[in-house]
């Protein structure tokens, strides 16, 4: 087992956009595994892009059944390489946070159901239907993808609020 360690904001990684995995081989594979990895072996997270391992690839693990309450209906172990998102649909603003942003969590709007497609580890073609909190999941880590963090999606200060273990319960960033 690989755990690495995550890249954290402010590295130029996390803003850059990653570019396409193509051909999946031996490396593309162990990036997955590692990721995989990284993703199991840190606490309270169900997803990781390339680009918080410091990989400038289009590359994600994602997993929502780890949840103490996962949801119903999940996609269990999802890992894609050159994901995109086809359809989203509806909307709603909920809390998120983020490995690469550990200091804080966000209020985000986001589609409420999306249809992605990707290419597996084993280089075999996946369309994946998901909705609820495993959408925006799915969604997180494609916004990695394009360079984007939770933080570029708030839409005021008052929806960035302090990680509850670093700081009181509830306060707001100043």
Excluded: W
């Excluded at 402010?10 to 997955?32: F, I, S, T, Y």
């Excluded at 249809?115 to 909190?133: L, Q």
């Amino acid at each position: 087992m690989t755990v690495r360690p995550v890249v954290r904001y402010p590295n130029r990684v996390l803003k850059g956009l990653a570019g396409p995995v193509g051909a999946v081989g031996d490396r593309e594979r162990q990036l997955a595994t590692d990721l995989v990895d990284t993703m199991y072996g840190s606490p309270g997270c169900v997803g990781l892009a390339a680009p918080q391992l410091g990989v400038a690839s289009r590359a994600f693990a994602l997993d929502v059944s780890v949840m103490k309450k996962p949801p119903e209906g999940n996609h269990g172990l999802v890992v894609l390489f050159d994901p995109e998102l086809i359809i989203a649909t509806g909307s709603d603003r909920k809390r998120e946070g983020c490995m690469s942003v550990p200091d804080y969590t966000c209020d985000v709007r986001r589609a409420i159901s999306v249809v992605v497609r990707g290419i597996t580890p084993d280089g075999v073609p996946r369309v994946i239907e998901a909705g609820g909190f495993e959408a925006r999941a799915f969604q997180h880590e494609l916004d990695h993808l394009d360079g984007l963090l939770i933080l570029d999606r708030v839409a005021a200060k008052a929806d960035v609020f302090a990680r509850k273990r670093y700081a009181d319960k509830g306060k707001h960033l100043k």
